[in-house]
């Protein structure tokens, strides 16, 4: 969505280059080496600059000054979900039954190191509680083992969760962003049972080091005006999407904090990229 709006804007076609690997790492890393022009960029998810930095024991690159953040694009808020037959419609409820029974109930991930894991650990955290994780690989079989109750919770993708929350096979608690979610205002945040807690994906652009400051501006501009446009921000909600938008100072804060967060949950669970 992004590549097809803003190549106009910018008068340059854009061409989206998928590199999977290493939890992003190896996408990553070819931004990190390219020519600092502008015609290389980086389309940031949490990987790379945010968890892979305390979750694997080396990078090829450096987190901080391999790149250039350009602005802030969008948040893709959690949702904590429990399988129907769990007397639970709280937050509250979710804590008092973990302490009455340690270690029984167990939640999902897709993937250690996941949003999902690292939305779940944190839940553990600041909660007290302890809780079992079930890694799998992808949303997809994990969501099938939820709704046929053999996980008890999971901490997700909104959006995953809102055909399943509809036909009644899943029960929503909370949002598990900072604040609540317009696609599901009649939700509390699990914020306002766990003050602090925020488990958002948050995503970006970047480019390398050494990218010219008026590249820089240019990008920031016309990606901001992208994002105010309100066709453009409504179809971001129809997928759970919250825009952000910004300047480069201020995406730079935020993968600072976003990292920083990220680093407390992985060091206090012990986790490690397999």
């Known amino acids: 969505m992004l590549a097809e709006r803003l190549g106009p804007l910018l008068g340059q076609a854009l061409v989206v280059e998928n590199r999977p690997g290493a939890g992003a790492t190896l996408g990553a890393d070819a931004v990190a080496k390219a020519r600092p022009d502008g015609y290389v960029l980086l389309y940031g998810t949490p990987g790379p600059q945010i968890v892979n930095p305390s979750l694997m024991r080396s990078l090829p690159y450096d987190p901080d000054r391999d790149f250039v953040p350009i602005v802030s694009i969008v948040r893709a808020p ?10 639970v419609r709280s937050v509250g409820d979710l804590i008092a ?3 009455a029974r340690p270690g029984e109930l167990t939640f999902y991930s897709s993937g250690v190191g996941a949003s999902s894991h690292l939305a779940g650990e944190m839940l553990k955290l600041r909660a007290g509680i302890e809780v079992t994780h079930v890694p799998f690989r992808g949303s997809g079989p994990a969501m099938q ?5 053999r996980i008890s919770f999971a901490i997700d993708t909104l959006l995953l969760f809102a055909e399943h929350r509809a036909s009644g096979a899943l029960r929503a608690v909370a949002v598990a962003s900072a604040e609540k979610s317009s696609l599901m205002p009649d939700l509390p945040t699990i914020a ?13 652009l970047a480019g390398p080091a050494g990218l010219p400051a008026g590249v820089v501006a240019r990008l920031n ?15 971001l909600a129809e997928l759970g999407l919250e825009p952000i938008g910004g300047t480069p100072e201020q995406t730079a804060a935020t993968i600072r904090a976003e990292a920083a967060r990220a680093r407390e949950v992985i060091l206090a669970a012990g986790i490690r990229a397999e």
Request: no cysteine.
């Open 78 to 87: 959690n949702l904590l979900v429990v399988h129907p037959s769990l007397p």
């Open 192 to 204: 306002e049972t766990l003050p602090g807690f925020d488990s958002a994906a948050f995503t970006y």
């Open 145 to 149: 083992e939820l709704i046929a109750g």
């Open 221 to 235: 501009r016309e990606t901001n005006r992208l994002l105010a446009e309100e066709a453009f921000r409504r179809r």
């Open 97 to 99: 039954l973990a302490k």
